[in-house]
């Protein structure tokens, strides 16, 4: 997409926590925003837990896990689930007026679902919304200067939106191992991916340049050691298009296990 270009800040360096800037010559990349809403219970879920890790190697994608709720009434809870995702999830059918709530369920670029195990349908969506300028176009940049994440959105191309877009911050473990206890998958270790563990508004765009200075420390405080930033339009219904993306992450100190009770 000429003129049109979101940059996507991967693996960012023990240098650049250390206060060096990302180097000015990272190559920008059209990004598509790939959401996978799963659960431990799930017998479907595993290939799109899969599926989604394998996106989430891609220089073009940034793709997140949003455990949730959902068959938690089962018996079978879901240990790394948060109600904040299962609304998210429940507020994106709202929008779309389909009232189809399932897991595995991937929304791409806060558009259109797709099953989340069908691996030939969410790549085809993918390309699809990439060819038709469908795909994040504003640029956001996220860079670390000392112990502060810069927060970087630029200007819309095609002028101010109609309303104002929320910018979300979300806090990422970028993989968590969990050996399952209960339901459909018990006695499995399934890795997942990028996963969203919490998710907050910061503030409103609205089509004009803006920096935000987030405090580093308190993003990772809980252990995460990534980060996801969503420019996303509001409809009257709950959320719309997200029109821009940014996706950080930084050295882990210890790796990530969990076992399902």
């Given at each position: 997409?000429?003129?049109?270009?979101?940059?996507?800040?991967?693996?960012?360096?023990?240098?650049?926590?250390?206060?060096?800037?990302?180097?000015d010559?990272?190559?920008?990349a059209?990004?598509?925003?790939?959401?996978?809403?799963?659960?431990?219970?799930?017998s479907s879920?595993?290939?799109?837990?899969?599926?989604?890790?394998?996106?989430?190697?891609?220089?073009?994608?940034?793709a997140?896990t949003?455990?949730?709720?959902?068959?938690?009434?089962?018996g079978?809870?879901?240990?790394?689930?948060?109600?904040?995702?299962?609304?998210?999830?429940?507020?994106?059918?709202?929008?779309?007026g389909?009232?189809?709530?399932?897991?595995?369920?991937?929304?791409?670029?806060?558009?259109?679902?797709?099953?989340?195990?069908?691996?030939?349908r969410?790549?085809?969506?993918?390309e699809?919304q990439?060819?038709?300028?469908?795909?994040?176009?504003?640029q956001?940049?996220?860079?670390?200067?000392?112990?502060?994440?810069?927060?970087?959105?630029?200007?819309?191309?095609?002028?101010?939106p109609d309303r104002?877009?929320?910018?979300?911050?979300?806090?990422?473990?970028p993989?968590?191992?969990?050996?399952?206890?209960?339901?459909?998958?018990?006695?499995?270790?399934?890795?997942?991916?990028?996963?969203?563990?919490?998710l907050?508004?910061?503030?409103?765009w609205?089509?004009?340049p803006?920096?935000?200075?987030?405090?580093?420390?308190?993003?990772s405080?809980?252990g995460?050691?990534?980060?996801?930033?969503?420019?996303?339009?509001?409809?009257?219904?709950?959320?719309?298009?997200?029109?821009?993306?940014?996706?950080a992450?930084?050295?882990a100190?210890?790796?990530n296990a969990?076992?399902?009770q």
């Amino acid at each position: 997409m000429v003129g049109h270009r979101c940059v996507l800040l991967l693996g960012m360096a023990f240098a650049a926590l250390a206060g060096q800037a990302v180097a000015d010559d990272a190559k920008p990349a059209s990004v598509s925003v790939v959401e996978l809403f799963t659960s431990q219970g799930c017998s479907s879920c595993p290939p799109a837990d899969k599926l989604l890790g394998r996106l989430a190697e891609r220089d073009d994608v940034i793709a997140l896990t949003y455990p949730v709720t959902l068959w938690d009434y089962l018996g079978w809870p879901d240990t790394l689930a948060s109600r904040d995702n299962t609304e998210r999830q429940f507020a994106y059918a709202q929008v779309r007026g389909d009232s189809a709530v399932y897991t595995p369920q991937m929304v791409i670029n806060g558009r259109e679902d797709v099953v989340g195990n069908k691996e030939h349908r969410v790549l085809a969506e993918v390309e699809r919304q990439l060819a038709q300028d469908l795909a994040p176009s504003v640029q956001v940049d996220l860079e670390s200067n000392g112990d502060i994440l810069e927060l970087r959105i630029g200007e819309s191309k095609t002028g101010a939106p109609d309303r104002p877009a929320t910018i979300w911050l979300g806090t990422v473990e970028p993989e968590v191992s969990v050996q399952i206890g209960r339901g459909e998958n018990t006695g499995r270790s399934i890795a997942y991916h990028n996963v969203v563990r919490s998710l907050r508004a910061i503030g409103m765009w609205k089509g004009k340049p803006l920096s935000i200075d987030l405090p580093l420390g308190e993003l990772s405080r809980h252990g995460d050691t990534a980060c996801v930033v969503l420019v996303q339009l509001e409809t009257d219904a709950g959320p719309g298009a997200i029109v821009g993306a940014a996706f950080a992450r930084w050295p882990a100190p210890v790796t990530n296990a969990r076992v399902a009770q």
